[in-house]
């Protein structure tokens, strides 16, 4: 195993890696998110319509407006999918199959959460999640973004067993590397600390300064950074957020030293290189004697 302090640059030479992850989600009958863009809520036992309608925005026009976008830039890209779009949106999960995207599992619906479920019920949701989203992308999924980040102390297992390669699950470390999960290998991806929904009640440009100050410092400071950078496409995929998005990769697009990857290649290479959690005192503050 290399320790990825020893390592200067991502593959081809490149000093950073952005990996871009669009969230495909969808709730459970009656259901909307917890947030929208709308500054007050009905209350509390009442079926938000206007919640709901707004949710399926990324499912009927969202993912669309994503993928034309990405295709326009040439990037990859992975697709977090929760199964029950398998239903909801068969044609949008095939779609996004067909246009060269991963497709990573994201639990069955948003509000059936892992971390509430007994042993059992949380491998059988894991794997039929997977074969839910194979049979309508006609791609097996080998990652995995658990709703809310809600996993549980199995999740890792009960992954490893189901033949995924990688989580987005490392809110403890700021680079991809190898784990082990029940006596199996795969990848542990950071997520993104700052994604389009916490811009719902402000502006769109705090998102853009916030990502171009972020790459900015990595890119000047830290060889072979890692960023992440999620779009919710009930969100993400509206046109004052996706104009956003645009302009933000091209700014990336205009420096040296970017490689633009999805977060399943940026897993392989990590395996393959066999890249262990880095020692942050050292990559980060070496102290001189």
């Known amino acids: 195993m290399n320790d990825l302090t020893n390592q200067s640059t991502w593959p081809g030479g490149n000093r950073i890696a952005i990996a871009i992850n669009v969230d495909l989600e969808v709730w459970s009958e009656g259901n909307a998110p917890s947030y929208s863009v709308q500054t007050s809520s ?6 938000s319509h206007g919640g709901i309608a707004w949710s399926r925005y990324g499912g009927t026009s969202g993912v669309w407006r994503v993928m034309s976008m990405l295709q326009r830039h040439g990037l990859p890209a992975n697709f977090a999918v929760n199964a029950a779009c398998a239903h ?4 949008a ?3 996004i199959a067909k246009a060269g995207f991963d497709i990573s599992g994201h639990g069955y619906t948003q ?4 971390a509430y479920m007994s042993p059992d019920e949380e491998r059988a949701t894991i794997h039929n999640c997977l074969d839910l989203l194979e049979a309508a992308s006609g791609t097996r999924p080998t990652g995995w973004v658990t709703p809310v980040h809600a996993h549980t102390d199995r ?11 990688w989580h987005n699950e490392a809110a403890e470390s700021d680079r991809p590397h190898v784990i082990t999960a029940g006596g199996r290998k795969m ?14 009640k402000t502006a769109p440009h705090l998102l853009l300064e916030t990502y171009k100050r972020t790459f900015g410092y990595l890119h000047a400071h830290e060889p072979m950074a890692y960023m992440g950078l999620s779009i919710h496409a009930q969100f993400g995929g509206r046109p004052l957020m996706i104009a956003a998005f645009d302009e933000l990769i091209r700014h990336f697009k205009s420096f040296p030293g970017v490689w633009f990857a999805s977060q399943g290649e940026v897993a392989r290479y990590v395996m393959e290189a066999g890249i ?5 005192a050292r990559r980060l503050f070496e102290v001189s004697n």
């Open 42 to 47: 009905v209350r509390p036992g009442t079926i």
């Open 88 to 91: 909801e949106f068969p044609d």
């Open 93 to 95: 999960v095939a779609a």
């Open 111 to 114: 509000d059936q959460l892992l």
């Open 155 to 165: 999740t890792f297992e009960f992954l490893a067993e189901a033949g995924v390669l």
């Open 187 to 200: 990848v542990a991806i950071p997520g993104s600390d700052f994604t389009d929904n916490r811009v719902l």
């Open 276 to 280: 262990e959690t880095p020692s942050n």
